[in-house]
């Protein structure tokens, strides 16, 4: 009897994931142009693929540029690193590392969002395929890298949103929040400022307030506790060195809104019908669904807020955009749980399932549109050559001319050149850089130096290095040229806090952090192989042990889990 | 006792209801403008042209009898006031204080606009079609918001004229029934009093209606013609203070109207269907227009017809592109008209439904949510550029409007400057900022198709404020001052007696006098300007004076007691349903 439950709730889950490869599967199978941010994310898939606790280095020595930038502390990496351990070692193609991940991680989407539908809500399988498929579609392909992994929490945030009132209501609070903090922190900002919304409204509308307070307190506890991984490392760091954070200008801040566009956007039309369609069939719009629309609201260019809160810290959400995005998500989810807490006749069911295929056909036509190859008059799809990244990287191009390179098969991405095509200056040390705004090491003054693997002498002189080789936790080249006994700048970014060693042919040496940058004093003859080692600093591991210990408190506390537990021992 | 008691329950509930949505739909104006109304805003042409015509008659509510124009637009004194109607436009601008300076009176204009257009479908869904309150707020406000996103590029114009729709269509709506005329005359008038061509949409459509209307009637045919003479003797009495003006001066002088290339005509402005397609406005209406059809089980020809010849779908504008037709413009005007009114009698037909009660707080939600979404246009038209490098708003400064005035510039530069704020209207050159040529005397310019006055040759003299001595010598004025009903300057050097044409229109049927240093002096026009023959020297002051002509005075008398007497009908003949009860006994 059990074991044919169990098989009819997996066929769900398989089903599910043959949807991820279909839907993606121009994706899947063709070169990929890498537009925007791509290359960085993929950069940080494949630095994250070379081990299961990868993320607990804190510098990137592996991708994006090889120069150890401080990427896994300021860019949170869990829900990445989880995803990506799944992957099947059967290639080291960088490309193919990152088309797996994003199949992965649309297939969790799905999966979360199935959980919440299936396990939490109790919708019959027939409804919570289809939704939890149609918001996977909708997500992976209308936020990008970042963003997507953040919003990734929304399903267990909204279901603890709409529990907020009852006893354990803070679990799955907690849950959102914690996933949202390891997937991107603009978007658990967004999360946090959200539930302290809720937490207003509730307070004015609903009787239990007392409940509700201890709720909100339990869950900032245990979500501060649980994300610790991500906010311990972020606070040590930034404390002990000055970093360069992202760009947020103000113009991009007063302009980057959503506007009246949204109508000739396929994919956000189809989302807007989707969520009518979501109302009229559960016939109510509740609590959530309206504050979700509010918060979209905010994000579009109906008011002018943007324009005065870009002089406060509010900046640092970079586009406004992105509350029009969370909040449509937000709302999309909130209709959804709607949806399927609605008893429906077998026909309206029928109907729902089928309806789901034209709209995420809609959304695949995007991914073919902006991913594709485009195919020259011959024929053939047109794809970079080696010879074109080479090019790229000689004639000292970085930053989003990336886009003028046409697609990247899995050939052009084993190229060495690969992971010098961006070089962000993004959580780079402030002294390492000679313009504070460069957004790029490439166009920097000082950071070019580094990003081009030179050594820099003190009196200026710059000294190229060969056989520089990188592996997750070492980085190891050769000077070109012989040194006399000098002070020497390392072409690797330095931060206090982290732990490094330095060795000269495997023989450890002194090494201090100067202008963000490793510095020795030692000559250098031809012959000698210059090492620089990081490790595990205490402040990963333990906020990491502590964040796995909430994690296992928060399952123990789940009803679901215990009962797990109780027939698995009585067995 | 039981009667007292209900009148008592009545005042708090129902008329306290009714005086929140009243407040509700300010609330709502403000709101949906809110990006307009804090920062810094950027003008394009037309928006321009209307805030100048504001500037004109702001102030004193009888400004606009003034013929001439002596305040913005160049203060050259043209005759947009007359040619561009400013009944609605003058009752607006002067309901706002004086002291909040142009810009602020502008913003307030834009926020009353919005409120006026609301509250005139309200009053039509909820007075005459008795209407749920609820259902009659959504739709007054999305109304509002569809029209002023559909219009947002130039909001003064003919978004004024939209006030009229709801009222004509109630009035055609009501015309066999009961003393529709009433109402039907009193849209008219409304929209006579905003925007011409409009008004001469709404006029052709009434009269082919009514025509399909009076065929259709088996009985009473006299009845059906005797209620709609009186609706057109009612429309032309309440709007002679426009019309007869308009006629007075064209028939004494030859104006120039807009210019029209006939390419514009037959080309790119014909409306696409790729373009209806992607236009939210259109999608929204035209939604609500198969919704109603669908409730309804049936349509209007007419609407379908006017609404079709303003696409691509009739060949019509190629062959009519050389005849009086023309004046339109732009056939899509035509497609936005038909849309618009076919969207007024949707709505009259769904208001009426009355909406489940698990759903209203569905639809409120969801139509406020729309509303506010559709707003978003209104960024896009007004908000400011941004500076790249600070990310500082950018505005316009005193230098580039005293640039713009010593160089000629025309008024197609405006989208180049930054945003206005109100100090900049302190700086009196800002107001020749925009020169358009329209309504001025035809012989005042080198070629009549010249869209500005700046690019004419002969015109842009008296743009520039120049004296012009014998046809040949140009001589710069200072101490140029005006107010609404005078204009004085000084010239830059002494000029011995000859034929000294000013920098005034001059128009025939006019009441103008010409002082120097305060003695009159006789004056003739030629080449469209006002021409005095005598010596000027540099210490004279020229002063040149308007009056109110009572071509002017007269029919604006006959057009306010008709009104009035509209009105006065309009509360007494039981039009204003003023009781469910009243309703039902129908």
């Given at each position: 009897?059990?074991?044919?439950?169990?098989?009819?709730?997996?066929?769900?889950?398989?089903?599910?994931?043959?949807?991820?490869?279909?839907?993606?599967?121009?994706?899947?199978?063709?070169?990929?142009?890498?537009?925007?941010?791509?290359?960085?994310?993929?950069?940080?898939?494949?630095?994250?693929?070379?081990?299961?606790?990868?993320?607990?280095?804190?510098?990137?020595?592996?991708?994006?540029?090889?120069?150890?930038?401080?990427?896994?502390?300021?860019?949170?990496?869990?829900?990445m690193?989880?995803?990506?351990?799944?992957?099947?070692?059967?290639?080291?193609?960088?490309?193919?590392?990152?088309?797996?991940?994003?199949?992965?991680e649309?297939?969790?989407?799905?999966?979360?969002?199935?959980?919440?539908l299936?396990?939490?809500?109790?919708?019959?399988?027939?409804?919570a395929?289809?939704?939890?498929?149609?918001?996977?579609?909708?997500?992976?392909?209308?936020?990008?890298?970042?963003?997507?992994?953040?919003?990734?929490?929304?399903?267990?945030?909204?279901?603890?949103?709409?529990?907020?009132?009852?006893?354990?209501?803070?679990?799955?609070?907690?849950?959102?929040?914690?996933?949202?903090?390891?997937?991107?922190?603009?978007?658990?900002?967004?999360?946090?400022?959200?539930?302290?919304?809720?937490?207003?409204?509730?307070?004015?509308?609903?009787?239990?307030?007392?409940?509700?307070?201890?709720?909100?307190?339990?869950?900032?506890?245990?979500?501060?506790?649980?994300?610790?991984?991500?906010?311990?490392?972020?606070t040590?760091?930034?404390?002990?060195?000055?970093?360069?954070?992202?760009?947020?200008?103000?113009?991009?801040?007063?302009?980057?809104?959503?506007?009246?566009?949204?109508?000739?956007?396929?994919?956000?039309?189809?989302?807007?019908?989707?969520?009518?369609?979501?109302?009229?069939?559960?016939k109510?719009?509740?609590?959530?669904?309206i504050?979700?629309l509010?918060?979209?609201i905010?994000?579009?260019?109906?008011?002018?807020?943007?324009?005065?809160?870009?002089?406060?810290?509010?900046?640092?959400?970079?586009?406004?955009?992105?509350?029009?995005y969370?909040?449509?998500?937000?709302?999309?989810?909130?209709?959804?749980?709607?949806?399927?807490?609605?008893?429906?006749?077998?026909?309206?069911i029928?109907?729902?399932?089928?309806?789901?295929?034209?709209?995420?056909?809609?959304?695949?036509?995007?991914?073919?549109?902006?991913l594709?190859p485009?195919?020259?008059?011959?024929?053939?799809?047109?794809?970079?050559?080696?010879?074109?990244?080479?090019?790229?990287?000689?004639?000292?191009?970085?930053?989003?001319?990336?886009?003028?390179?046409?697609?990247?098969?899995?050939?052009?991405?084993r190229?060495?050149?690969?992971?010098?095509?961006?070089?962000?200056?993004?959580?780079?040390?402030?002294?390492?850089?000679?313009?504070?705004?460069?957004?790029?090491?490439?166009?920097?003054?000082?950071?070019?130096?580094?990003?081009?693997?030179?050594?820099?002498?003190?009196?200026?002189?710059?000294?190229?290095?060969?056989?520089f080789?990188?592996?997750?936790d070492?980085?190891?080249?050769?000077?070109?040229?012989?040194?006399?006994?000098?002070?020497?700048?390392?072409?690797?970014?330095?931060?206090?806090?982290?732990?490094?060693?330095?060795?000269?042919?495997?023989?450890?040496?002194?090494h201090?952090?100067?202008?963000?940058?490793?510095?020795?004093?030692?000559?250098?003859?031809?012959?000698?192989?210059?090492?620089?080692?990081?490790?595990?600093?205490?402040?990963?591991?333990?906020?990491?042990?502590?964040?796995?210990?909430?994690?296992?408190?928060?399952?123990?506390?789940?009803?679901?889990?215990?009962?797990?537990?109780?027939?698995?021992?009585?067995? | 006792?039981f009667?007292?008691?209900?009148?008592?329950?009545?005042?708090?509930?129902?008329?306290?209801?009714?005086?929140?949505?009243?407040?509700g739909?300010?609330?709502?104006?403000f709101?949906?403008?809110?990006?307009?109304?804090?920062?810094?805003?950027r003008?394009?042409?037309?928006?321009?042209?209307?805030?100048?015509?504001?500037?004109?008659?702001?102030g004193?509510?009888?400004?606009?009898?003034?013929?001439?124009?002596?305040?913005?637009?160049?203060?050259?004194?043209?005759?947009?006031?007359?040619?561009?109607p400013v009944?609605?436009?003058?009752f607006?601008?002067?309901?706002?204080?004086?002291?909040?300076?142009?810009?602020?009176?502008?913003?307030?204009?834009?926020?009353?606009?919005?409120?006026?257009?609301?509250?005139?479908?309200?009053?039509?869904?909820?007075?005459?079609?008795?209407?749920?309150?609820?259902?009659?707020?959504?739709?007054?406000?999305?109304?509002?918001?569809?029209?002023?996103?559909?219009?947002?590029?130039?909001?003064?114009?003919?978004?004024?004229?939209?006030?009229?729709?709801?009222?004509?269509?109630?009035?055609?709506?009501?015309?066999?029934?009961?003393?529709?005329?009433?109402?039907?005359?009193?849209?008219?008038?409304?929209?006579?009093?905003?925007h011409?061509?409009?008004?001469?949409?709404?006029?052709?459509?009434?009269?082919?209606?009514?025509?399909?209307?009076?065929?259709?009637?088996?009985?009473?045919?006299?009845?059906?013609?005797?209620?709609?003479?009186?609706?057109?003797?009612?429309?032309?009495?309440?709007?002679?203070?426009?019309?007869?003006?308009?006629?007075?001066?064209?028939a004494?002088?030859?104006?120039?109207?807009?210019?029209?290339m006939?390419?514009?005509?037959?080309?790119?402005?014909?409306?696409?269907?790729?373009?209806?397609i992607?236009?939210?406005?259109?999608?929204?209406?035209?939604?609500?227009?198969?919704?109603?059809?669908i409730?309804?089980?049936?349509?209007?020809?007419?609407?379908?017809?006017?609404?079709?010849?303003?696409?691509?779908?009739?060949?019509?504008?190629?062959?009519?592109?050389?005849?009086?037709?023309?004046?339109?413009?732009?056939?899509?005007?035509?497609?936005?008209?038909?849309?618009?009114?076919?969207?007024?009698?949707?709505?009259?037909?769904?208001?009426?439904?009355?909406?489940?009660?698990?759903?209203?707080?569905?639809?409120?939600?969801?139509?406020?949510?729309?509303?506010?979404?559709?707003?978003?246009?209104?960024?896009?038209?007004?908000?400011?550029k941004?500076?790249?490098d600070?990310?500082?708003?950018?505005?316009?400064?005193?230098?580039?409007?005293?640039?713009?005035?010593?160089?000629?510039?025309?008024?197609?530069?405006?989208?180049?400057?930054?945003s206005?704020?109100?100090?900049?209207?302190?700086?009196?050159?800002?107001?020749?900022?925009?020169?358009?040529?329209?309504?001025?005397p035809?012989?005042?310019?080198?070629?009549?198709?010249?869209?500005?006055?700046?690019?004419?040759?002969?015109?842009?003299?008296?743009?520039?404020?120049?004296?012009?001595?014998?046809?040949?010598?140009?001589?710069?004025?200072?101490?140029?001052?005006?107010?609404?009903s005078?204009?004085?300057?000084?010239?830059?050097?002494?000029?011995?007696?000859?034929?000294?044409?000013l920098?005034?229109?001059?128009?025939?049927?006019?009441?103008?006098?010409?002082?120097?240093?305060?003695?009159?002096?006789?004056?003739t026009?030629?080449?469209?300007?006002?021409?005095?023959d005598?010596?000027?020297?540099a210490?004279?002051?020229?002063?040149?004076?308007?009056?109110?002509?009572?071509?002017?005075?007269?029919?604006?008398?006959?057009?306010?007691?008709?009104?009035?007497?509209?009105?006065?009908?309009?509360?007494?003949?039981?039009?204003?349903?003023?009781?469910?009860?009243?309703?039902s006994?129908?």
């Amino acid at each position: 009897m059990i074991k044919k439950k169990v098989l009819k709730e997996s066929i769900p889950f398989l089903f599910i994931f043959l949807a991820s490869l279909l839907i993606l599967n121009t994706f899947i199978l063709l070169p990929i142009k890498l537009p925007w941010d791509a290359y960085y994310h993929l950069s940080r898939v494949n630095n994250l693929s070379s081990g299961l606790l990868q993320f607990l280095y804190p510098q990137n020595f592996l991708t994006n540029s090889r120069i150890g930038s401080i990427t896994n502390v300021f860019y949170p990496s869990v829900n990445m690193q989880l995803i990506v351990n799944l992957i099947p070692k059967i290639s080291t193609n960088p490309l193919f590392i990152y088309k797996a991940f994003i199949i992965l991680e649309f297939f969790f989407s799905a999966v979360i969002a199935y959980i919440i539908l299936h396990f939490k809500i109790k919708s019959s399988i027939l409804i919570a395929t289809p939704l939890s498929i149609l918001w996977a579609t909708f997500l992976l392909t209308t936020v990008q890298g970042g963003d997507a992994l953040g919003l990734m929490a929304i399903p267990a945030f909204a279901y603890g949103l709409e529990n907020l009132t009852k006893n354990k209501g803070y679990v799955f609070v907690s849950i959102g929040l914690i996933l949202s903090f390891y997937g991107h922190l603009i978007t658990s900002i967004l999360t946090i400022g959200t539930l302290l919304g809720f937490y207003l409204i509730s307070l004015m509308s609903d009787s239990d307030r007392l409940r509700v307070t201890i709720n909100i307190v339990k869950s900032g506890i245990i979500s501060s506790l649980g994300a610790a991984v991500i906010l311990v490392p972020i606070t040590v760091i930034s404390f002990s060195n000055k970093i360069h954070t992202p760009e947020a200008s103000v113009q991009t801040f007063k302009t980057w809104i959503q506007s009246l566009d949204f109508f000739s956007s396929p994919t956000l039309i189809t989302i807007a019908l989707v969520i009518a369609a979501g109302i009229s069939i559960s016939k109510q719009i509740s609590r959530g669904q309206i504050i979700a629309l509010f918060i979209a609201i905010a994000g579009t260019s109906a008011t002018c807020w943007t324009n005065f809160a870009s002089s406060t810290p509010l900046l640092i959400i970079q586009m406004p955009v992105r509350i029009f995005y969370y909040g449509l998500f937000l709302l999309l989810f909130f209709t959804m749980i709607n949806m399927s807490q609605t008893k429906l006749s077998k026909n309206a069911i029928r109907v729902l399932c089928f309806s789901v295929i034209p709209a995420i056909l809609v959304v695949m036509f995007t991914i073919h549109d902006n991913l594709s190859p485009s195919i020259d008059n011959e024929g053939h799809l047109e794809v970079s050559t080696s010879q074109d990244i080479k090019d790229y990287v000689s004639e000292e191009k970085d930053g989003y001319d990336i886009m003028s390179l046409k697609a990247f098969s899995y050939s052009t991405a084993r190229n060495d050149s690969f992971w010098q095509l961006m070089n962000y200056s993004d959580y780079a040390p402030k002294s390492a850089l000679a313009n504070s705004n460069s957004s790029m090491l490439l166009s920097d003054k000082k950071g070019r130096q580094i990003a081009k693997h030179l050594i820099v002498t003190s009196t200026g002189q710059n000294i190229k290095t060969i056989k520089f080789k990188a592996s997750p936790d070492t980085i190891s080249f050769y000077s070109t040229e012989k040194i006399a006994k000098e002070d020497l700048k390392l072409p690797i970014l330095g931060y206090n806090g982290t732990v490094i060693t330095v060795m000269i042919n495997n023989k450890k040496i002194n090494h201090s952090i100067k202008d963000g940058q490793i510095h020795i004093h030692q000559k250098l003859s031809l012959d000698d192989k210059v090492t620089v080692k990081q490790s595990i600093p205490a402040w990963e591991i333990i906020p990491f042990i502590i964040s796995v210990l909430t994690w296992l408190f928060l399952l123990l506390n789940n009803n679901w889990f215990k009962t797990y537990l109780s027939k698995k021992i009585k067995y | 006792m039981f009667s007292k008691n209900s009148t008592h329950h009545f005042f708090q509930s129902e008329t306290l209801k009714e005086v929140y949505t009243f407040i509700g739909m300010l609330l709502f104006s403000f709101l949906l403008l809110n990006v307009l109304l804090i920062i810094p805003i950027r003008f394009n042409g037309d928006s321009f042209f209307h805030l100048s015509r504001m500037e004109s008659i702001h102030g004193n509510p009888l400004n606009f009898l003034y013929p001439q124009n002596f305040l913005s637009l160049g203060r050259i004194g043209g005759t947009t006031n007359i040619f561009y109607p400013v009944g609605v436009l003058n009752f607006i601008v002067n309901l706002i204080p004086t002291n909040i300076g142009i810009l602020g009176t502008y913003r307030l204009t834009v926020v009353l606009i919005l409120y006026i257009n609301i509250l005139s479908m309200y009053s039509v869904l909820r007075y005459f079609i008795k209407a749920p309150l609820l259902n009659s707020f959504l739709a007054s406000i999305l109304w509002g918001t569809l029209i002023i996103t559909f219009d947002i590029g130039t909001i003064g114009g003919e978004i004024l004229a939209k006030i009229a729709f709801p009222f004509v269509a109630v009035g055609l709506y009501y015309f066999k029934k009961r003393n529709g005329w009433i109402l039907l005359s009193f849209g008219l008038i409304l929209s006579i009093s905003s925007h011409i061509l409009t008004s001469l949409f709404l006029i052709v459509f009434t009269l082919l209606y009514l025509l399909v209307e009076f065929i259709k009637t088996k009985k009473n045919k006299l009845n059906f013609v005797v209620k709609g003479m009186k609706a057109a003797i009612a429309t032309v009495l309440g709007s002679q203070y426009i019309i007869f003006p308009m006629v007075m001066l064209y028939a004494n002088n030859k104006i120039n109207t807009p210019p029209q290339m006939a390419s514009a005509f037959v080309d790119y402005q014909l409306v696409y269907l790729s373009g209806i397609i992607t236009d939210p406005t259109f999608i929204v209406m035209a939604v609500f227009i198969i919704l109603s059809i669908i409730y309804e089980k049936k349509y209007s020809i007419g609407i379908l017809l006017f609404t079709l010849s303003g696409t691509t779908a009739f060949i019509w504008p190629y062959i009519f592109n050389h005849t009086i037709l023309n004046i339109i413009q732009f056939p899509y005007r035509l497609f936005n008209w038909g849309i618009c009114l076919a969207f007024v009698f949707a709505i009259i037909t769904l208001s009426r439904i009355q909406i489940p009660i698990q759903w209203k707080k569905v639809v409120t939600i969801s139509l406020l949510f729309l509303c506010f979404l559709l707003g978003t246009a209104i960024h896009k038209s007004f908000f400011s550029k941004v500076s790249n490098d600070t990310g500082y708003i950018l505005t316009i400064s005193k230098e580039d409007v005293i640039k713009s005035f010593q160089e000629g510039h025309d008024g197609q530069h405006l989208g180049e400057y930054g945003s206005f704020t109100g100090t900049i209207f302190n700086q009196p050159e800002v107001w020749s900022l925009m020169n358009y040529s329209d309504y001025s005397p035809s012989e005042g310019l080198n070629d009549p198709q010249t869209k500005f006055l700046f690019w004419d040759q002969k015109a842009k003299n008296i743009v520039a404020h120049r004296l012009t001595k014998n046809a040949n010598d140009n001589i710069p004025t200072t101490h140029f001052k005006t107010t609404a009903s005078e204009i004085s300057f000084r010239p830059t050097k002494s000029i011995s007696k000859s034929t000294i044409e000013l920098p005034v229109m001059g128009y025939k049927a006019n009441k103008v006098k010409v002082f120097i240093n305060h003695s009159e002096i006789p004056f003739t026009i030629q080449d469209g300007r006002i021409t005095i023959d005598a010596a000027v020297t540099a210490k004279d002051t020229v002063y040149i004076k308007q009056f109110i002509p009572l071509w002017r005075l007269i029919p604006f008398f006959v057009s306010t007691l008709t009104i009035v007497v509209l009105i006065f009908l309009i509360l007494r003949k039981h039009l204003f349903v003023k009781s469910q009860t009243f309703w039902s006994k129908l």
